[in-house]
């Protein structure tokens, strides 16, 4: 299921470009500018995967921010949006935590299609349906600032841990 993964198109603006690979093996090219996007205010930013993490619905703060067509992305894996900055281990907690049956909140840094990119205070909960779990939804709300800087320094450890 799902799209073909999209190709990061390089930006018009300097940017350092980075390979990533994904938890499943998938890897490719992004584009990291360096510049934050500020959240829209008084907007949440909602989406819906399946159980493997293909978008099945985005509203329109999240096709705003993030800067693709829905088109784009309804059936690709979320992961699309992951920075380079964040750590492996902050995603393995949330899948651990959504596949368990619970509710995971925590700050997310997102890369956005030019390369810029956008943090969130994320709420993400399994959609349950007659008793199975079919999908998840997220939440982001506007984070806060003093919460970010304590992510991005909590984050950089875990990269650095990670890479050894």
Same mark, same amino acid.
């Given at each position: 299921? $799902? ?30 500018s360096g510049i934050e996007r500020p959240y ?24 705003? %921010? ?8 309804? $059936?690709?894996?979320?992961? %699309? ?37 956008y943090w969130v205070y994320a709420t993400v ?5 007659? $008793? ?33």
């Amino acid at each position: 299921m $799902g799209s073909p993964l999209l190709d990061a198109a390089k930006p018009d603006i300097p940017a350092k470009e980075v390979s990533i690979t994904y938890h499943d093996g998938v890897s490719r090219t992004i584009y990291d500018s360096g510049i934050e996007r500020p959240y829209p205010d008084g907007k949440l930013i909602v989406s819906r995967t399946d159980l493997d993490g293909h978008l099945t619905h985005v509203n329109d703060a999240f096709v705003e %921010i993030s800067g693709y067509t829905i088109d784009e992305l309804i $059936g690709q894996q979320h992961y %699309i949006l992951r920075h380079p900055d964040m750590p492996s281990a902050a995603y393995q907690d949330l899948w651990q935590t959504v596949k368990s049956g619970q509710k995971w909140h925590g700050y997310v840094k997102n890369l956005c299609k030019d390369g810029s990119h956008y943090w969130v205070y994320a709420t993400v909960v399994p959609n349950i349906r007659r $008793g199975q779990t079919v999908g998840y939804t997220s939440v982001r709300r506007q984070p806060s600032r003093r919460k970010i800087e304590a992510a991005i320094t909590q984050y950089a450890q875990m990269k650095q841990n990670e890479e050894g």
